[in-house]
T-cell receptor
């Protein structure tokens, strides 16, 4: 079945640690890829997106993600996390102009 | 603020009751989406409106779910004869662009529905 998979349900890091959250999808064809973030008590916000071009995309707050077509992956990275990055992160895929499909989310806890 | 507003924030209903959830999109936004987010899951697409036209309702889980946007602005998601599996957060999002691909999708805070 077509799906979006986020490998880690809950990640706990100390401040200044590096972050990588995995996202894999199983859709073929043209894909548009997104990462959304939901801070505690807030609504979903777009972190970054990939439509075409450079597969390494940079988003807000120092986040970046790399689209690797051969691996059907779009992992999110940040070299040094901060306590304020504590949030839930959702990978989303829009394939072949159909509706947006979200992964189950990864909860990130950053310890001060 | 000028964000997407959803009401109520919390709704508790007994199994079998009908509920109505409201979404006020950002003024002027053409597109409106409804998503259902079960506990521990990501949002699942329910339906999409472009102005008052419901262009995609493929995600509605059953005929108990009904959505409308009669004047192309406020939208209501209605669930009839609620079941316990309907318990979830219902998210509304709006966008100034048409189509289901949008980088300018703004989400509301959601309505948390609990069915007893």
């Amino acid at each position: 079945a077509q799906s979006v998979s986020q490998h880690n349900h809950h990640v706990i890091l100390s401040e200044a640690a590096s972050l990588e959250l995995g996202c894999n999808y199983s859709y073929g064809g043209t894909v548009n890829l997104f990462w959304y973030v939901q801070y505690p008590g807030q609504h979903l916000q777009l972190l970054l997106k990939y439509f075409s071009g450079d597969p390494l995309v940079k988003g807000i707050k120092g986040f970046e993600a790399e689209f690797i077509k051969s691996k059907f992956s779009f992992n999110l990275r940040k070299p040094s996390v901060q306590w304020s990055d504590t949030a839930e992160y959702f990978c989303a895929v829009n394939a072949n102009n159909n509706d947006m499909r979200f992964g189950a989310g990864t909860r990130l806890t950053v310890k001060p | 603020g000028a964000g997407v507003s959803q009401s109520p924030r919390y709704k508790v209903a007994k199994r079998g009751q009908d509920v109505a959830l409201r979404c006020d999109p950002i003024s002027g936004h053409v597109s409106l989406f409804w998503y259902q987010q079960a506990l521990g899951q990501g949002p699942e697409f329910l339906t999409y409106f472009q102005n008052e036209a419901q262009l995609d309702k493929s995600g509605l889980p059953s005929d108990r779910f009904f959505a409308e946007r009669p004047e192309g602005s406020v939208s209501t998601l209605k669930i009839q004869r609620t079941q316990q599996e309907d318990s979830a957060v219902y998210l509304c999002a709006s966008s100034p662009a048409t189509g289901t691909i949008s980088t300018r999708m703004h989400f509301g805070d959601g309505t948390r529905l609990s069915i007893l």
